[in-house]
């Protein structure tokens, strides 16, 4: 697994957790900045569900295939559906989803590493 | 979209779904590649799965049916998670292996044990009895 996406991911989710945060304060709904940043995060999630599974093919680690590969890709489920049931109610409780969808990422993500690690 | 997943309700419906995504391919997982291990703790990370899912489609649906099966589920949630959460720490011996309400869902940040508090709370406020 790649340590500096690893770190791109957590970096840019952290930044987008806190535009988030700032709307969630402010109560207002989210812009477009807001979505670019998720949509970031996004496009570095399908580059890690890519690049993890084909590191997966060529170690040989001791990891469980079928729960490393269903983290890759459940991970970039999450975003996409967040943002659907976030932009279904333009309120704050739709903006608080976006909150849940990120730290989703996190914790899927920190997870992820551990399940790498684990196996070396 | 019915009333009880609007407003805070949203938020609640995507916490237990993903909640009940987590718990599925826990117990998929588990009772898929190593069933005999803990039978005990495995039925009961699929009792765990079946109970999220069941509260994420009752608060989608919604009406007066949604709100009793979401009230169930939620209950049936709280109790899970505090008698789970009690016997993994005093019958250890009965849990080779961890569930999602083990140790009161140390493992998943103590959410499950905040969130069936979150549930009641909200299922209070939307009663049906309260609105007529």
Known sequence: ?120 | MGELSSGPGRVLVAVYAVFAVAATGRSLVQLGTDADRAPLAYSLSLLAALVYLAATTCLLVGGRRGWWAALVAVVVEAVGVLVVGTLSYVATDLFPDRTVWSHFGQGYGFLPLVLPVAGLVWLRRTSPARSR
């Open chain 1, 1 to 120: 697994m790649n340590a500096v996406l690893l770190w791109l991911v957590l970096a840019t989710s952290v930044v987008a957790l806190v535009m988030v945060v700032v709307h969630l304060v402010r109560d207002e709904t989210a812009g477009d900045p807001t979505f670019l940043a998720l949509a970031v995060v996004e496009v570095l999630l399908l580059v890690q569900a890519v690049l993890g599974s084909v590191a997966l093919a060529g170690t040989d680690r001791e990891i469980s295939g079928v729960t490393f590969v269903s983290y890759l890709w459940s991970i970039v489920l999450v975003l996409p559906i967040g943002a659907f049931w976030s932009l279904a109610e333009r309120t704050r409780a739709g903006t608080a989803v976006l909150l849940v969808a990120l730290l989703t990422v996190v914790a899927l993500e920190v997870r992820l590493q551990s399940l790498w690690a684990v196996g070396g």
